[in-house]
């Protein structure tokens, strides 16, 4: 197997330390949600690195406990990522607030409840309560997902100075989505804010699209992520009178269009 005949800008000779650790990032973002383990091979594949580049690029990780070396040869991910991403999900302050409301949500629709926020152009899942049912959405905490679909990326977007027109979904406070990510998933959201009226990210429920796809159903969807959305900001400060009365104008004629 030849080396990449036409290595990635990442590839070239810079020896810095800046472009020493966007290699070494490269690399670890070469890992997707469905790799367990990936060949030094198809590492240097995805990133474009030189292969000798890749593996000491890997030996260092190794050793910062980023990558591990498994018997076959083949490399996964470290636990040192697991550890940071605790950290980080600690740094929303919300969690106390925000977890139980979520387990509460799914509880009460069986659907699976969970809670974004922006990064970049992308949308990430910081926690998320997943209801007991086999059939049911999955959301991967940790995972970024492209801000321009799904119903909590319009309300990510509507509500952090977003271009466009954005009224519609900051005038009531939710957005829907009908097979936007994934064609047999639907999903309904309404963001949470804080005392000083910052956005501090979206509640989401979303579940099959065959189990949302009446007017009634995608209601009920809306129905309950206005009503904890609305609870988590009064925890958080906010005024939640706005989603009371969002609860009120709801009518099953709005959603209209779901099995479209």
Known sequence: MTEPVDPSPLAAPDTSGVAVLDRAFALLAAFGPGDDRLTLTELSRRTGLYKSTVLRL????EHGGFIRKLQDGQYAVGPQPLRLAAIYQRSFHVGHVIEPLLKALSQATGET??????HGEARV?????EPARSVRASVAIGQEYPIAQGASGKVLQAFSSEAGDWAPVRDRLWAVSYGEREPDTASASSPVFAVTGE????I????????LSSPDTMLAACRGVLKTAGEATRSLGGDAAPYEASIAALAPDLFSDAAS
Not at 113 to 118: E, G, K, L, P, T
Not at 125 to 129: E, G, K, T
Not at 199 to 202: M, R, V, Y
């Open 204 to 211: 989401a429920l979303s579940g099959p699209r065959q189990r």
């Open 58 to 61: 890997l030996g260092a990780l």
């Open 113 to 118: 409840a969970s809670f974004y926020v922006r």
């Open 125 to 129: 899942a910081v926690f998320r309560v």
């Open 199 to 202: 956005l501090q990210g979206a």
